[in-house]
């Protein structure tokens, strides 16, 4: 087992300071922002005691197989809000309507695993009943951004070979353009649906729950002919923990605290890149 330390401009002496309670036989530099702890033994106390020390000074700390490389996987499966873009679409539309509040409380309280997926996504898309549909364009243009380190990430996994698949609670209106936008493989969300220009607060056809989320990941597996061990899966809300659990490996991002407790990779404070060090 290694561990991989890392931060956004980390302070060096911290990063020293939180290794070294490994005892590790070897600390090596992977860049300036992450190191990688060697030769130490691994304990669920051990653990702890990193995890703890690490969140406190803005680290992000993940125990991890030696040896462990991108080419043990062949696909990449991301939630888009909240992960690989920075907003809640749906909140920021319901901005457009002055019902922005009251769409996030929603949002939240799904994305917490506190009201499930399905009935808030009904609840709040009929809030949006009325609106026109200009404003979807609005949000693209005006508010949508890619996450920290997104970017390199996909350039990374891509070079790499491995196919990338976006499957959103959101809707296509924004996968599609993010499928063109950053050449990704696979898309699968949501689809709204417009009546002379407005939205009617409704969805048309089927709901992608987390069900539907790990259903279309074990499909596109399907289809290239491999396991979902070979597909690394990251999210930040509840309902996306069953796509997440059989993964190969689960990577929490920016997550609500029931999502990082089951992952097996919390990043809480690098960017969607910080995936890269694990396989240094």
Request: with cysteine; aromatic share 6%.
């Amino acid at each position: 087992m290694n561990l991989i330390l890392q931060g956004l401009n980390p302070d060096p002496h911290t990063l020293n300071r939180i290794a070294a309670l490994t005892h590790a036989a070897h600390i090596v530099a992977l860049n300036e922002n992450a190191v990688r702890c060697e030769g130490f033994s691994y304990t669920s106390e051990l653990r702890a005691l990193v995890e703890a020390e690490a969140y406190a000074a803005q680290l992000d700390a993940t125990f991890i197989e030696g040896g462990r490389s991108l080419a043990d996987f062949r696909l990449v499966a991301m939630d888009m809000d909240s992960t690989l873009i920075t907003i809640e679409c749906i909140d920021e539309i319901a901005d457009m309507q002055g019902l922005k509040p009251q769409v996030a409380e929603i949002t939240e309280a799904a994305m917490r695993g506190e009201i499930e997926f399905r009935e808030s996504l009904i609840r709040r898309v009929a809030l949006l009943k009325g609106l026109d549909a200009s404003a979807l364009q609005k949000v693209y243009d005006e508010r949508l951004q890619l996450s920290l380190g997104a970017q390199k990430m996909l350039y990374a996994v891509q070079l790499a070979g491995l196919k990338t698949l976006l499957v959103s609670g959101g809707f296509t209106y924004f996968t599609d353009r993010m499928k063109t936008r950053l050449g990704l493989d696979y898309t699968h969300s949501n689809v709204l649906e417009i009546e002379n220009g407005k939205l009617t607060g409704k969805v048309i056809g089927g709901i992608v729950d987390a069900d539907e989320k790990q259903l279309t990941v074990e499909r596109v597996c399907i289809e290239m002919g491999i396991e979902p061990a070979q597909a690394i899966v990251m999210g930040d809300g509840a309902n996306d923990l069953k796509m997440m659990h059989i993964a190969g490996m689960s990577v929490a991002f920016r997550a609500k605290p029931v999502v990082r407790a089951q992952a097996s990779v919390a990043l809480n404070f690098v960017g969607l890149d910080g995936i890269l060090n694990l396989f240094a």
